[in-house]
Each structure stands twice: as structure tokens, then as C-alpha cells.
């Protein structure tokens, strides 16, 4: 049964390497999009520090801004 | 109705909804994993070989769908003057650009046991190879002009010429002699693929598509932050 799947009739390297292909595919461009997320939140965080309170309490009236702040890296 | 396309609106809903995209992509993708390489019959001419068509057939569909998608909200973003649309169209492409590469891989690695080779200049494969440079054009293009006014029409521009291409894809195997066999799915006339075949080709295609929107999401929601990393400075 698993030799079978694996080999598929002489094909199994075709047909594995297609989904291996896509899969490896898959995960490189998620992990891609997400460091530029993660990279991109940090830096917002980080200039969001150096705000003064004025400036900070107007830029979190902000929704967006807001959200930003509370949002983890939860993706 | 163009105040709900301001980024501001839909950003409390885009940063929430990955997680839960992510969660019903993994759902959906075992379940056509299972499907495809599992309990799908093989083909009589083609055998197990026919299963690459599961990851092939909706990476090109998706791919196609996408560039489509990014050229209308272009130009529809240029004649109304809503930046929201580039920054859609912009956060599309990448996923865009992926799925374009896995079509070509995953045809290649298909056209080795069915045509005897990895690759030739038919029409079908040459005009997809067309479409990848136009994504890696459109892409590139963000990188270069990305502080500059002049992106949003030059963008727009590289898509106008570029869905050309799409019509020229979709109907390549009914105009010229191609190596690349017709479509075996019509959605106005009767389709040639058996439904044991059918089911986990729309699986795949959903779990594809879902993948698509969860990339979709991310790039969005970083490029909102950029915005705001901007507005911070201006601060």
C-alpha cells in the first residue's frame, strides 16, 4: 500500500515532486510575507517608543494605530 | 460608497483575519491532499501522472484570475483616484507571481512522462512564461518607483499590456496546434472530466484560492503598517 503510493507506477517522482514543488512553494512565500510583517510591526512599535505623549496619545486616537499596537504576531 | 475602500476601515477586519484564513486553508489543503494523492482514481491513458493536475490546473487558474483582478482594480483605481486599489492590486501580485511559477514548474514536471519532455515552445506554455515576466515586471516596477507619484500609471500601464496576454492564454490551445491538450472543464458547456476527478480539482482550487487570500491579507496589513511607519515620521 505505501509502495504503492510512493511509486504510483513509475511515476511517484513525477507526481511528489509536483506537490513538493508547490508545498515548499507554499511556505517559502508565507515565510517571506511574513518577516516583512513582523519586520514591519517592529519598527512601528519601536518608532511608536520614541513619540513623546502628546504625539503618542494623538497617534493612538487612531484606530489603525490602535490596532496595530494590539495586534501580535498571532498570523 | 468609495469611503468603505479607505484603508483605515478595513484594517480592523484584514488584521484579525489571517489566523483564521490559515486555519481553514490547512483545513481545506488536507482534505484535497488526501483527496488528490489518495482516493482519486488514476487515468487509464495518463495513470498516476494525472495527479499533478491537482497543484497545475488551480495554480493556473488562480494565477490568471489574479492578474485579471489586479489589472481591473488598476485601471479602476487610476480613473477614480483611489490609492487603496494599487495598494490592493500591489499586496495581490506576489501570490500572483507564485502561483504563475508553480504552473509552469508543475506543467514541466507533468510534460516529462506525458510529452516525453520538460519543456517546448507551444503556445499554452509560452504565453504563461509571458505572464510570469509581466508579474516580475508589475513587481519590480513597485520596487523602483515605489516613493514616486509616477507608480500608479506606470503600473497601470504594465497591466494594460499585460491582460493582453490573458485572452492570448486562455484560448491558445483552440487557435494554434498545441502540445498543451484543451480544456477539459467548461462552465457553459459539458465538461470532459469525470466527477471522481472534478471533486478534488475544486478542493485543491479552494485550498489554492484560500492560500491566496491568506498571502493577500499579510501583504496588505504590511503595507497599511508602512503607511502609518510614514505617518509616525510625519508626527
Known amino acids: 500500500m505505501i509502495n504503492e503510493l510512493l511509486l504510483m507506477n513509475g511515476y511517484g517522482l513525477y507526481v511528489w515532486s509536483a506537490f513538493a514543488f508547490t508545498m515548499f512553494s507554499f511556505l517559502t512565500l508565507y515565510m517571506i510575507i511574513k518577516t516583512q510583517y513582523v519586520k514591519e510591526r517592529n519598527k512601528f512599535i519601536a518608532k511608536f517608543g520614541t513619540l513623546n505623549s502628546k504625539r503618542a496619545a494623538f497617534a493612538k486616537s487612531q484606530s489603525v494605530n490602535k490596532e496595530i499596537l494590539s495586534s501580535s504576531s498571532n498570523i | 460608497m468609495f469611503k468603505y475602500f479607505e484603508p483605515n476601515k478595513i484594517f480592523a477586519a484584514t488584521s484579525k483575519a489571517p489566523k483564521y484564513v490559515l486555519l481553514l486553508f490547512i483545513i481545506i489543503l488536507s482534505i484535497g491532499l488526501t483527496e488528490a494523492l489518495i482516493l482519486s482514481p488514476e487515468d487509464y491513458k495518463q495513470s498516476h501522472a494525472v495527479r499533478i493536475m491537482y497543484v497545475h490546473v488551480p495554480a493556473a487558474w488562480i494565477t490568471l484570475g489574479i492578474f485579471s483582478a ?9 480613473i477614480f483616484k483611489i490609492r487603496n486599489c494599487f495598494l490592493i492590486s500591489k499586496s495581490l501580485a506576489p501570490s500572483g507571481l507564485v502561483f504563475n511559477l508553480i504552473a509552469l514548474v508543475t506543467g514541466s514536471i507533468w510534460g516529462k512522462p506525458t510529452w516525453g519532455t520538460w519543456w517546448a ?25 515605489e516613493k514616486n507619484d509616477k507608480v500608479f500609471k506606470i503600473t497601470t500601464i504594465i497591466t494594460i499590456f ?63 503598517i508602512k503607511i502609518k511607519n510614514k505617518g509616525l515620521d510625519r508626527l
Do not use: C
Request: a neutral charge; proline letters at 3%.
Open chain 2, 70 to 78: 489586479i489589472t481591473f482594480l488598476s485601471i479602476f483605481g487610476f
Open chain 2, 121 to 145: 515552445w507551444d503556445a499554452r506554455i509560452t504565453s504563461m512564461l509571458v505572464l510570469f515576466f509581466f508579474y516580475i515586471i508589475y513587481l519590480v516596477a513597485w520596487r523602483i518607483y
Open chain 2, 162 to 224: 499585460g491582460i493582453v496576454n490573458i485572452p492570448v492564454i486562455k484560448y491558445s490551445v483552440d487557435w494554434w496546434n498545441t502540445l498543451h491538450q484543451p480544456a477539459s472543464i467548461n462552465i457553459f458547456s459539458e465538461s470532459s472530466i469525470h466527477i471522481s476527478m472534478l471533486f478534488p480539482l475544486l478542493i485543491m482550487t479552494a485550498a489554492f484560492a484560500l492560500f491566496s487570500l491568506l498571502i493577500f491579507l499579510m501583504k496588505y496589513n504590511t503595507e497599511l
